[in-house]
């Protein structure tokens, strides 16, 4: 019976996949890249481990190349961790830019095109880079965390662990029979893979040879680069109530938090590039062969860690519904900053209004002995100032 059932399943892959290469395909006007639709698309309690047709059926894949659902296809498990590396990274997007002009704006439905709109009509801006930068680092982070955790089938724990018994053991391990003192590495996230993963699928999408394409991937790989430089040992003490006779280590991820805030850093020192004599073909490393250098001759080549861009951005000030820009208008701005959250910058000089609301906060809150805190709701009015 099981033979049979596995037969089918196999009969209804091929049949996808020959209904995948006969179908007519439409061809995108704009180089958008549909993979970080996923984030919206997929549900994440879906458990789609066990089973490879359904990869296939599914129609919320549809955001995927043809190459990379292959990908997805060959590494079961992976399909729901890039939807959440996806997720991760919109919302690391929207926090880092919460102050800012451009606040990393995303419509749920795509309308075809990309979650993050039409911005990609102007195509080598910073923000691109930075969006570029963040949704490879989520993919990377969340598919090695995935592994660690078990959810994908072709990969485990990171093999990059270290053992570190501690030399000086108390008197009382004496007792203890020597096999108990010695336990392996505990569980790594495997960063190898997840970076692989992500240079595999996310790089997939880009093609030909101009400076768009290699921008795009220089800033691919320093999201990755930004992952993996983040990371740090995590121990776990063993032995007889709690004294120290063995520890277990192993590499974790630093919360993406810590990945998206470097990103930031790169964002706001990222230069402005143009592509060089690509004379050094003998260098094998391919982003190394870009040559991509800075056209500010004061400033230094950008090195792998950076973000790079060619193109000057809008000024995110006005609506402009070619790029499904918004405009500041209705924003929220800080009357006593000076920097970009303030009123003045936010406003692009339009002036702001004042307004009170009420507001409902916790107040009086009590303390009880066994750690439970209650609170009352008070209304509060405050004041917020909102761009004309
Ligand atoms: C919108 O942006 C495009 C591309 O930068 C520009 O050509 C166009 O003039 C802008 N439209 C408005 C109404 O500002
Ligand atoms: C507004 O800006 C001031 C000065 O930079 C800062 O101290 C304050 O925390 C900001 N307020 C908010 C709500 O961000
Ligand atoms: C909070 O407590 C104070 C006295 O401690 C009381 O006067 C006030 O009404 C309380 N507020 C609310 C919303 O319960
Ligand atoms: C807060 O305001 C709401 C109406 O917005 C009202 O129903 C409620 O009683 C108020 N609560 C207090 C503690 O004043």
Known sequence: ??????????????????????????????????????????????????????????????????????????NPGTIVAVAKGARVAIHECQFQFRNRRWNCPTTEDGRGGSIFGDIFKAAGTRETAFIYAVTAAGVTHSVARACS?????????????????TSSLPTSAASIPPAATWEWGGCSDNIEFGQRFSREFVDLVEKGRDLRYMMNLHNNQAGRIHVVSEQHQECKCHGMSGSCTVKTCWMRLAPFRQTGARLKDRFDGAPRVYQGNSGNSRNRNRLQKFNLLPVNPNHKSPGPQDLVYFEESPTF??????????????????????GVDGCDLMCCGRGWVEETYLSKERCNCTFHWCGQVTCHICNRTRVRHLCL
């Open 149 to 165: 955790e078990g959810s994908i089938f072709t990969c485990s724990c990171g093999r990059r662990r270290r053992i570190d018994v």
């Open 1 to 74: 019976m099981a033979p049979l059932r596995l037969k089918m399943i196999f009969a209804i892959f091929i049949f996808l996949q020959i209904l995948d290469f006969t179908l007519p395909r439409k061809k995108n006007k704009i180089r958008n890249v549909r993979w970080w639709n996923l984030a919206y698309s997929i549900s994440l309690r879906d458990n789609m481990l066990n089973e490879v047709a359904p990869i296939y059926i599914n129609p919320s894949l549809q955001p995927l190349t043809r190459k990379q659902r292959r990908v997805v296809t060959r």
């Open 317 to 338: 000030c006005d609506e402009n519904r070619t790029l499904g820009l918004q405009g500041t208008t209705g924003r929220q701005c800080n009357v006593s900053s000076i």
